[in-house]
């Protein structure tokens, strides 16, 4: 069943690339949404059919490819990566309905977006590191065409720099993963038969290192954060959030599937490193927020900072912290999702984003009291307040991080109240306040607009008072994950000795 999670949106793209006659574009996001639909009921069957009490891999698919290299069609997913692949179904579907109907070159715009979710579903589920690789490498052209043709004023420059930083990236992970397989001698690159045991501990703090400076780049961490600004401020809300909401969880699921999975004994090294710097990139990104006057580009800094906390946590390496990680890639995922859809309506209904010009949109007659009650909600959520899925998250990274690293802890809580800050500005500025009277009714929110955004808005909700409908997918994986981890820490340190 994972093959139909990448054969659907593929051939989905091929058809709507290829379907004879001048379709209207209203036409083809019917075409796309089907395909979108049948995506997102595969992968809920998925979740129907996942053994909660099984920790391993499920779904396993395998195919001989090129032996001669070491690379196969191996597919499986574990609780790690299921709710990713759930993630990227749903926002599939969110980025669909947040471009609105009459966008330039359907054809291409609809293919691109169907053919990103393969790559990031491929991605996510590929169980041989250089199938990991090709799949993490498909979505680059994808969205850099993306932004190029349907981005803003300095488009141009945006996804050149977008193009450049990730290509770096893939070519890094490409290294480091070569680096493990040739080092060992290994004849396949399967998840299953690779390993770092046979190499000495400074040659897997070499690779290790490459890893996270590729992985670094696609999360953003500070300092390898500047292309994130400028793509996400440039392109469509649309693809802003596949960006933010996606994206950048395949550097953090790297992260944790090849860097701390991979490279246990290494990874104790440099954690401490690890802490500070993902304790860098939540205060950096929580202060260049406040700066801001441009809302987009407001939420673009404050992602740079909420992927700060899935770094310190992963650091820390404990059971609690783990599941926090990958429960913070969800609950960020979702949020960031509706603050980029909610920025789009903003920015199309009023034709700004200024947040000197921005004011009184909560007007319950002249202005977007529904928007603004949701862009409200996910304020909230974002900066953790209890009830929404933002504060377990939170709460689970900060209490399984802080026995191991009790000081970046600290500076990140301190940081998540900086969160509340910038919201209060962006919320006072655009929602309250006195209505320009020269705007005498801003144009209608539409219910392709607004459904979206209030599903998003249910999910958090519900996710946030029941969050273990949430965690329960996740906890078995991550707590042998962090079993197997200790496992080997204890008996390198033994051997040391």
Sequence with gaps: MLSCLLLFPIIGAIIIALIPGKLESSRLRQITTVFAFIIFGVTVWLLTQFNLSDSGWQFSEYLPWADFIGLSYSLA?????LPLIALNSLLTIIAIYSIGENVERPRLYY????????????????????????????????????????????????????????????LLVLAAFLGIGLLNGASSFDYNIITTEGLELNIKLILLTVL?????????????????????????????????????????????????????????????????????????????????????????????????????????????????????????????????????????KVGTRDLDVLNGLMNP?????????????????????????????EFIVFQGSFAT?????????????????????????????????????????????????LVLTLIIIVLGVQPNWLLKWIEPTTDLLAVNVNKIEQVAVNSEQ
Aim: aromatic share 10%; charged share 10%; net charge positive.
């Design 111 to 170: 293919a691109l977006t169907l053919l990103i979710n393969a790559g990031i579903t491929g991605a996510l589920a590929a169980q041989n590191l250089l199938l990991f690789v090709i799949f993490y490498e498909l979505e680059l052209i994808p969205f850099y065409l993306m932004i190029a043709i349907w981005g803003g004023e300095k488009r141009g420059y945006a996804s050149t720099k977008f193009l450049l930083y990730t290509a770096v990236s893939g």
């Design 212 to 348: 996270l400076i590729g992985f670094g780049i696609k999360i953003p961490l500070v300092p390898l954060h500047t292309w994130l600004p400028d793509a996400y401020t440039e392109a469509s809300p649309a693809v802003t959030l596949l960006l933010g909401g996606i994206l950048a969880k395949l550097g953090t699921y790297g992260l944790i599937r090849f860097g701390l999975q991979l490279f246990p004994d290494a990874w104790a090294i440099v954690s401490p490193g690890l802490a500070i710097i993902g304790t860098v990139s939540v205060l950096y990104g929580a202060l260049s927020a406040i700066a801001q006057k441009d809302i987009k580009r407001m939420v673009a800094y404050s992602s740079i900072g909420h992927m700060g906390y899935i770094l310190v946590a992963a650091a820390a390496g404990t059971q609690l912290s783990i599941l926090g990680a990958v429960a913070q890639m969800v609950s960020h995922g979702l949020i960031l999702a509706l603050l980029f859809h909610l920025v789009g309506i903003v920015e199309r």
């Design 405 to 453: 690293f009790p000081i970046p802890t600290i500076l990140c809580i301190i940081a998540s109240g900086l969160t509340a800050v910038y919201f209060v500005i962006l919320l006072n500025s655009t929602c309250f306040g006195k209505l320009d009277n020269k705007q005498a009714y801003y144009p209608k929110v539409l219910p392709s607009e607004t459904i979206p955004a």
């Design 365 to 393: 007659v002249r202005g977007l009291p529904l928007t603004s009650a949701l862009l409200i909600t996910a304020g909230m959520a974002s900066a953790g307040i209890p009830g929404l899925v933002g504060f377990v998250a």
């Design 77 to 81: 997913v574990d609780g790690l990566s």
